[in-house]
């Protein structure tokens, strides 16, 4: 039997959840000062330890002032055991999310720390939070008096059934795991796929990997998919890089002002537009003899991929403003067509100003210059 309430029971009560409530505030107070102490250091772990402790010490106050008030009441031991069950899983709840957050911070922090790691790739920071979630899932259950044994031997028999069922789920979730474990992908790559997707990896999570393409739009890829496909990785062993472009010059030019005029341009692009790399030694190679040029290669250095649409842009426009100073001319590509009784005679490809050569155009036929036309090449047409 239990005894009547006086009101000193009352009295008593009211004081221990006044000191519990009293406690919260002075400890969020705390909290709050050292929270602007830790802002102002490098690391980033302590900020989330503060954070994490400003949500779980104030309620562990709290429960502590609801607990001794409870003490202080003359309740029936059944109804007080009740009390101190579900104060006792409303500490469990607050501190598993706590620790939850304390972790995944941690982890985040971690992998933002080291170059190597995937430092925004979440799908570290969701099994995290999902295995300490789940651990505290099973301490409350237990704190019921709930036996987890037969639950997890349920979850182990059904585990064949759901990884049947959700097969092309794990299978992008291992993959994501086997995409970061091998740093083959990390976030901050720019990545382009063999069916023609390309961009910045922004993010890897348990499901799939998102990718800003340079028209800002995002493009999600499954993970199960990526890990498949072939790839090319623009940013690794190395982000810098080295881009060609293709110039041809008319076979009268002199090849050495080219190549000096050349060399020029590419050291003026490589100093003054930015994303190039000016250490980067210009490198001019001729090729190839072609219908109405010489064509040669000029490989350029850039920081990293986005940027070698500028320095194209840029190393063009002057290249094209140089050579009209220095007068060397770019030949437009045009085709000598002979026409003769009886049939059109189509030769090689030739420069806009050639005659024609060696076209044994008898009497009364004639040549002119037509642009080129590949679909027409090696075909006679006969002319009624």
Same mark, same amino acid.
């Given at each position: 039997?239990?005894?009547? %309430? @006086?009101?000193?029971?009352?009295?008593?009560?009211? $004081? !221990? #959840? +006044?000191?519990?409530?009293?406690? &919260?505030? *002075?400890?969020?107070?705390?909290?709050?000062?050292?929270?602007?102490?830790?802002?102002?250091?490098?690391?980033?772990?302590?900020?989330?330890?503060?954070?994490?402790?400003?949500?779980?010490?104030?309620?562990?106050?709290?429960?502590?002032?609801?607990?001794?008030?409870?003490?202080?009441?003359?309740?029936?031991?059944?109804?007080?055991?009740?009390?101190?069950?579900?104060?006792?899983?409303?500490?469990?709840?607050?501190?598993?999310?706590?620790?939850?957050?304390?972790?995944?911070?941690?982890?985040?922090?971690?992998?933002?720390?080291?170059?190597?790691?995937?430092?925004?790739?979440?799908?570290?920071?969701?099994?995290?939070?999902?295995?300490?979630?789940?651990?505290?899932?099973?301490?409350?259950?237990?704190?019921?008096?709930?036996?987890?044994?037969?639950? %997890? @031997?349920?979850?182990?028999?059904?585990?064949?059934? $759901? !990884? #049947? +069922?959700?097969?092309?789920?794990? &299978?992008? *979730?291992?993959?994501?795991?086997?995409?970061?474990?091998?740093?083959?992908?990390?976030?901050?790559?720019?990545?382009?796929?063999?069916?023609?997707?390309?961009?910045?990896?922004?993010?890897?999570?348990?499901?799939?990997?998102?990718?800003?393409?340079?028209?800002?739009?995002?493009?999600?890829?499954?993970?199960?998919?990526?890990?498949?496909?072939?790839?090319?990785?623009?940013?690794?062993?190395?982000?810098?890089?080295?881009?060609?472009?293709?110039?041809?010059?008319?076979?009268?030019?002199?090849?050495?002002?080219?190549?000096?005029?050349?060399?020029?341009?590419?050291?003026?692009?490589?100093?003054?537009?930015?994303?190039?790399?000016?250490?980067?030694?210009?490198?001019?190679?001729?090729?190839?003899?072609?219908?109405?040029?010489?064509?040669?290669?000029?490989?350029?250095?850039?920081?990293?991929?986005?940027?070698?649409?500028?320095?194209?842009?840029?190393?063009?426009?002057?290249?094209?403003?140089?050579?009209?100073?220095?007068?060397?001319?770019?030949?437009?590509?045009?085709?000598?067509?002979?026409?003769?009784?009886?049939?059109?005679?189509?030769?090689?490809?030739?420069?806009?100003?050639?005659?024609?050569?060696?076209?044994?155009?008898?009497?009364?036929?004639?040549?002119?210059?037509?642009?080129?036309?590949?679909?027409?090449?090696?075909?006679?047409?006969?002319?009624?």
């Amino acid at each position: 039997m239990t005894r009547d %309430l @006086t009101v000193d029971d009352l009295i008593l009560a009211g $004081v !221990a #959840l +006044a000191a519990g409530l009293l406690g &919260a505030f *002075l400890l969020r107070m705390l909290l709050r000062w050292l929270g602007k102490h830790a802002g102002r250091t490098r690391w980033s772990g302590d900020d989330v330890i503060v954070d994490a402790l400003r949500s779980v010490l104030p309620w562990a106050a709290v429960v502590g002032g609801a607990a001794g008030s409870a003490a202080a009441l003359p309740l029936t031991r059944t109804v007080q055991h009740n009390v101190y069950q579900a104060l006792t899983v409303l500490l469990i709840f607050v501190v598993t999310l706590s620790a939850a957050r304390v972790i995944a911070g941690l982890v985040r922090t971690v992998a933002q720390s080291r170059s190597g790691v995937a430092a925004s790739a979440t799908i570290f920071v969701n099994i995290t939070r999902i295995v300490v979630l789940a651990i505290g899932f099973l301490i409350v259950l237990q704190t019921l008096g709930i036996s987890i044994a037969p639950l %997890l @031997t349920a979850l182990g028999v059904g585990g064949l059934a $759901v !990884a #049947l +069922a959700l097969q092309d789920t794990l &299978a992008n *979730l291992f993959a994501g795991l086997h995409i970061l474990a091998s740093k083959t992908v990390q976030p901050g790559d720019y990545i382009r796929l063999s069916s023609g997707e390309e961009g910045y990896v922004e993010d890897i999570n348990w499901r799939q990997t998102t990718v800003r393409d340079l028209s800002n739009n995002l493009v999600v890829i499954p993970n199960g998919q990526l890990a498949k496909t072939n790839m090319t990785n623009f940013m690794r062993p190395e982000q810098q890089l080295t881009i060609t472009v293709q110039v041809g010059v008319a076979y009268d030019s002199d090849l050495e002002q080219v190549e000096r005029v050349t060399a020029e341009v590419v050291a003026e692009v490589m100093t003054e537009i930015t994303g190039a790399v000016p250490e980067h030694e210009p490198a001019i190679r001729f090729h190839t003899f072609g219908d109405s040029r010489i064509g040669f290669t000029v490989i350029l250095g850039v920081g990293e991929f986005s940027d070698q649409y500028r320095i194209k842009h840029e190393f063009i426009k002057r290249l094209h403003r140089r050579y009209r100073e220095e007068g060397i001319r770019i030949p437009a590509p045009a085709r000598t067509v002979a026409l003769q009784q009886g049939a059109v005679v189509i030769p090689q490809q030739r420069t806009g100003d050639g005659l024609a050569e060696g076209l044994g155009a008898g009497p009364g036929g004639m040549a002119a210059n037509l642009p080129a036309d590949p679909c027409r090449d090696d075909v006679d047409h006969e002319i009624s």
